[in-house]
């Protein structure tokens, strides 16, 4: 149900962000950074990976950046046409996996500070904050979870 992106999700990934992030546009005043992503230099670096229905349709992407003492969680998207399925809590578990498989500690993400149904949701995934600030004219809200 999950599998590493290919050459060719690039243009499903860049529609799924279209689609799950432009709601945010109006509330932040511009694009959110994932909408302008470089898909296919993620995919390239094996950074992403996308889940598909049990037709083999992708209905959404996380994107996971492993760093020297952590996984970045650095964008997670589920088309609006499957929302609700538990899709992004299941990205953004299998980003923890990832992570462990790789024995890295944690897992962090940044949110904007004005997608406020993130900021409840990251928290009763395990995630505790760790910082607020402006980075490349976004506010953010960061946090982290601790692997077991």
Same mark, same amino acid.
């Given at each position: 149900?999950?599998?590493?992106?290919?050459?060719?999700?690039?243009?499903?990934?860049?529609?799924?962000?279209?689609?799950? *992030?432009?709601?945010?546009?109006?509330?932040? +005043?511009?694009?959110?950074?994932?909408?302008?992503?470089?898909?296919?230099?993620?995919?390239?670096? =094996?950074?992403?990976?996308?889940?598909?229905?049990?037709? +083999?349709?992708?209905? +959404?992407?996380?994107?996971?950046?492993?760093?020297?003492?952590?996984?970045?969680?650095?964008?997670?998207?589920?088309?609006?046409?499957?929302? =609700?399925?538990?899709?992004?809590?299941?990205?953004?578990?299998?980003?923890?996996?990832?992570?462990?498989?790789?024995?890295?500690?944690?897992?962090?993400?940044?949110? &904007?500070?004005?997608?406020?149904? &993130?900021? =409840?949701?990251?928290?009763?995934? =395990? *995630?505790?904050?760790?910082?607020?600030?402006?980075? &490349? +004219?976004?506010?953010?809200?960061?946090?982290?979870?601790?692997?077991?």
């Amino acid at each position: 149900m999950i599998r590493l992106a290919r050459p060719e999700d690039a243009v499903f990934l860049q529609a799924c962000a279209e689609a799950a *992030y432009a709601r945010y546009v109006p509330q932040i +005043g511009r694009r959110p950074a994932p909408m302008d992503a470089d898909f296919p230099a993620q995919i390239a670096a =094996g950074q992403v990976s996308v889940v598909e229905d049990v037709q +083999g349709m992708p209905q +959404g992407y996380v994107v996971c950046v492993p760093r020297a003492d952590h996984m970045l969680l650095e964008s997670v998207a589920v088309h609006p046409r499957a929302v =609700g399925q538990g899709l992004g809590r299941l990205l953004i578990a299998h980003c923890e996996t990832l992570a462990r498989a790789q024995a890295l500690p944690e897992v962090r993400l940044y949110t &904007n500070a004005k997608m406020a149904a &993130n900021l =409840g949701l990251y928290p009763h995934l =395990g *995630y505790r904050e760790t910082g607020r600030g402006v980075e &490349n +004219g976004f506010d953010r809200v960061y946090f982290a979870k601790a692997l077991a």
